[in-house]
Structure formats: structure tokens, C-alpha cells
T-cell receptor, first 111, second 114 residues
Framework: RKEVEQDPGPFNVPEGATVAFNCTYS??????FFWYRQDCRKEPKLLMS???SGNEDGRFTAQLNRASQYISLLIRDSKLSDSATYLC????????????FGSGTQLTVLP | DGGITQSPKYLFRKEGQNVTLSCEQN?????MYWYRQDPGQGLRLIYY???????QKGDIAEGYSVSREKKESFPLTVTSAQKNPTAFYLC?????????????FGDGTRLSIL
């Protein structure tokens, strides 16, 4: 089983739709979680951290479910500019290997 | 502006040749990382360094080498032993090597075989 798994998609949604991605992780001792956004042929950029209590940044909401070992990203009122690949990142505690990246979920927002 | 600079943006390697990818950061970050990304796949860790003069192998270190002689620099050499070097290489840094600090990435180097 992969340490971090994401549905690769693609998710094709109309502009204005709400879309959600999940990311499951296998290491129950994982401590820190992030969502990154990667545009085609570009580097990943930090979108938001994921806190235990859940957090929101504008149209984006991130949540953590430790019991079921997944994190989620919700995008409301999606824009054309939201089209990208979204990578979840997990930091396992006690691991010297640092971050573990999911393979990414591809989102295309259609006009 | 503070950030991570990778060069070159595009690089071509001949058979049997070693090539070196540059990564420089002016963020005063302690930790630096090298990742490889293949089309449609996630990032895989090649090497990382938590402090000057120290570095550790990641998941796919075979065929690669690194050095960390200065805090701001972490060059990656792709040796001739790496038989499938064509990929997108990303360098990253973080403020602390262990903890909840996110990584910041350079804009990558695309390596291809001639």
C-alpha cells in the first residue's frame, strides 16, 4: 500500500461548481499535512496547511480526519484558474525522510 | 526577492556523461531537498540535507550524487550510472528539517537524453 494515495482524476467540473478531493495516508503517526498546487510543467506551490480543527482560506477548505486517516480539500465556486494538479503532502513523525507526496489529483474547470 | 533558483531550466545529457544541476536559496533555510518527477507521477525524493556538510539518501538515490558545502547551495549530479535520467528535477528547501514547516520549491530543471 502506498504511504499517501490520491484519486488521480481527472476531475472535470463546470465553472462555479464545488469539488472535493481526498487523500489517504497509511502512517497513523503522521503529524503535518499540506495541500500543494502544481500547474502544468511548473513547480508545486503551497496552497494551504491542514490543521486538526480544519481551516479555510477563501474558497478553499482543508480538513483532517485522523480516525480514518485522510485529508480533504474542498473548492467552492471553482474558477477556470483553479485548473491544476493538487498534491497532498504528509509528514510522518519520527521519519528522516521528511515529506511524502501524493501523486496528485488533476482538476480541470470548464467554462 | 527571497527564493530558490534552479539552473539551467533545460538540460540535455549525452550517453556516459555526468551533468550537474544547480540549486541556490537565499531564504536562510537549513534543509534542502532534491526530487524527481516523472510525467503523471508524484515527487520522489532523491537526496536531502538537513545541515551543511551532511546529506542523506532518499528513495531513489542510485545514480545521483550531491554535496552541501554551503548553506545556500545544494547541487545535484546526475551520473552516467543513472540509466533513465529524463525527468523534471525539483529542488526545495524548508526552514527546519523536521517539523511542520512546508517546503518551498525552485522552478525546476528538465533533463533529457540526447
Amino acid at each position: 500500500r502506498k504511504e499517501v494515495e490520491q484519486d488521480p482524476g481527472p476531475f472535470n467540473v463546470p465553472e462555479g461548481a464545488t469539488v472535493a478531493f481526498n487523500c489517504t495516508y497509511s502512517n497513523s503517526a503522521s503529524q503535518s499535512f499540506f495541500w500543494y498546487r502544481q500547474d502544468c510543467r511548473k513547480e508545486p506551490k503551497l496552497l494551504m496547511s491542514v490543521y486538526s480543527s480544519g481551516n479555510e482560506d477563501g474558497r478553499f477548505t482543508a480538513q483532517l480526519n485522523r480516525a480514518s486517516q485522510y485529508i480533504s480539500l474542498l473548492i467552492r465556486d471553482s474558477k477556470l484558474s483553479d485548473s491544476a494538479t493538487y498534491l497532498c503532502v504528509v509528514i510522518p513523525s519520527g521519519s528522516a525522510r521528511q515529506l511524502t507526496f501524493g501523486s496528485g489529483t488533476q482538476l480541470t474547470v470548464l467554462p | 526577492d527571497g527564493g530558490i533558483t534552479q539552473s539551467p531550466k533545460y538540460l540535455f545529457r549525452k550517453e556516459g556523461q555526468n551533468v550537474t544541476l544547480s540549486c541556490e536559496q537565499n531564504l536562510n533555510h537549513d534543509a534542502m531537498y532534491w526530487y524527481r518527477q516523472d510525467p503523471g507521477q508524484g515527487l520522489r525524493l532523491i537526496y536531502y540535507s538537513q545541515i551543511v556538510n551532511d546529506f542523506q539518501k532518499g528513495d531513489i538515490a542510485e545514480g545521483y550524487s550531491v554535496s552541501r558545502e554551503k548553506k545556500e547551495s545544494f547541487p545535484l549530479t546526475v551520473t552516467s550510472a543513472q540509466k533513465n535520467p529524463t525527468a523534471f528535477y525539483l529542488c526545495a528547501s524548508s526552514d527546519r528539517p523536521i517539523g511542520n514547516q512546508p517546503q518551498h520549491f525552485g522552478d525546476g530543471t528538465r533533463l533529457s537524453i540526447l
